[in-house]
């Protein structure tokens, strides 16, 4: 099981990125997947995730309104906008072997290496 976020960048405030998330090892689909974020000295924050089969979407709520999570067969995505500075960490993609989604890092499986969101003001 691999999971390797990519798409990562330096944005002004206000603007987008899209993340996205290669899987192997297991059926995309099936699984909850979600998005952590995590800055140096913090711990990793749940940011979002999308439940297995029907695809129910979640937010932190320091997120709601700006990203969205969606997948289809082969990637997960983590559309970004209006970015704030207080958006900037490694974002990090994960696999939940359980249809249902959750907060804590320590369900998931699957870490690959991150990739660096960095928002200027």
């Known amino acids: 099981v691999q999971l390797q976020a990519s798409g990562g960048g330096l944005v002004q405030a206000g603007g987008s990125l899209r993340l996205s998330c290669a899987a192997s090892?297991?059926?995309?689909?099936?699984?909850?997947t979600g998005w952590f974020r995590q800055v140096p000295g913090k711990e990793r924050e749940w940011v979002s995730c999308?439940?297995?089969?029907?695809?129910r979407t979640y937010y932190s709520d320091s997120v709601k309104g700006r990203f969205t999570i969606s997948r289809d067969n082969a990637k997960l995505y983590l559309q970004m906008n209006s970015l704030k500075p207080e958006d900037t960490a490694v974002y990090y993609c994960?696999?939940?072997?359980?249809?249902?989604?959750?907060?804590?890092?320590?369900?998931?499986?699957?870490w690959g290496q991150g990739t660096q969101v960095t928002v200027s003001s």
């Open positions: 994960a696999v939940r072997f359980t249809a249902g989604c959750g907060t804590q890092p320590g369900l998931y499986r699957g």
């Open positions: 090892g297991f059926t995309l689909g099936r699984y909850a």
């Open positions: 999308i439940n297995g089969g029907v695809g």
